[in-house]
């Protein structure tokens, strides 16, 4: 049977309605309206895509949204002093610098000098440390945006094979604590692992967050499991033709071969239209749960880990 595909974009519409509710009645009940600063460094076409879309969605739910635009070549000191500012700024709940960050800029040191309770997208050191030893912290959007599908779909996570293919520090490492606090038995995969496939045959639940195009084929997963795709590469479709300028087009795939995987596993995200978009609704989900905070309010049900 064809795996149930999981509208990722669906998803989000209804994870931003319910930040939206909130919103309103901390408008309504307290005067306060949530503010979301967000810092592009430089002009990697991608990234202003991305922090386009964050704006616009923050305003649409009724957030304060501040765009902080720096040209390429600013320098650590400028960005840093920047983050100082808004880190002291009452109108701001949450933090985020667009990454990746231009190479002369140190990402770890950017990164650690945001208050820890505005870091929406919880990369400072101390809400890894945090997520790591099970404590209330910030939680990385996309795999918060993970865990939100895989609840949907199963319920109770508890007990299940999960393997995580990638170790990065913004998905891999957190998705895996993530998974780990839900009970599963976790195993993160990575280029290293011997036997691979035969590892990845174990899961209920596969999350592939490699960056390598169509790397995991259908024969590689358990039927009936969940197959929850990080990846967004970017790939050749000469089948689509060619530009104008005589370049080939090109579309967008994820670190699951989606034909062969869907004809085995139970449920599948797409690539686009997937995890993406859940990125930016948990998001605005994390700067609603940073308003809260600060302000000694009940968090949002439902919208945190
Ligand atoms: N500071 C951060 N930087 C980056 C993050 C992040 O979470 N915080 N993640 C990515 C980029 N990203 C958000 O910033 C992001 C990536 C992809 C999508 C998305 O909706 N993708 C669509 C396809 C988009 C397309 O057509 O190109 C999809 O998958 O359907 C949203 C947000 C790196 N940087
Ligand atoms: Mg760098």
């Known amino acids: 049977m064809a795996a149930k595909v999981i509208d990722g974009k669906a998803f989000a519409a209804t994870v931003r309605e319910k930040v939206a509710g909130h919103v309103a009645r901390l408008k309504e009940e307290h005067g306060i309206t949530p503010g979301l600063a967000v810092v592009l ?50 109108a701001v709940h949450g933090i985020l610098v667009q990454l990746p960050l231009p190479k002369h800029l140190n990402e770890d040191l950017v990164i650690n000098a945001i208050d820890p309770a505005k870091d929406v997208d919880g990369f400072h050191i101390s809400n890894v440390g945090l997520l790591g030893t099970g404590q209330k912290s910030m939680v990385p959007c996309t795999p918060l945006g993970c865990l ?36 599963c038995t976790v195993t993160i995969a990575h280029s290293r692992t011997k036997d691979l496939p035969d590892v990845v045959r174990r899961a209920d639940i596969v999350v592939a967050a490699v960056g390598r195009p169509q790397m995991v084929p259908g024969d590689w997963i358990k039927p009936g499991a969940t197959v929850i795709d990080v990846g967004i590469n970017r790939i050749d479709a000469p089948e689509k033709g060619q530009n104008e300028d005589g370049s080939v087009k090109t579309r967008l795939v994820g670190d699951v071969d989606y034909d062969s995987c869907a004809q085995v596993a139970g449920a599948i995200t797409p690539v686009p239209g997937g995890v993406g978009p859940m990125t930016i609704a948990c998001l605005l989900a994390n700067t609603v749960t940073a308003c809260c905070r600060a302000n000694g309010l009940p968090e949002p049900e439902g919208l945190t880990a």
């Not at 913004?170 to 606090?181: D, E, F, S, T, W």
């Open 148 to 183: 939100m599908m895989l609840r949907d779909v199963h319920g109770s996570l508890s007990g299940m094979d999960a393997v995580v293919i990638g170790r990065s520090n913004i998905v891999g490492k957190p998705m895996a604590q993530l998974l780990l606090g839900d009970s």
């Open 41 to 90: 460094v430089g002009e990697d076409p991608a990234s202003q895509v991305y922090v386009r879309s964050k704006g616009k969605q923050t305003v649409e739910v009724g957030m304060n949204s501040y765009e902080h635009k720096l040209d390429a070549g600013t320098s650590e000191a400028d960005l840093l002093a920047l983050i100082d500012q808004l880190n002291t700024d009452p």
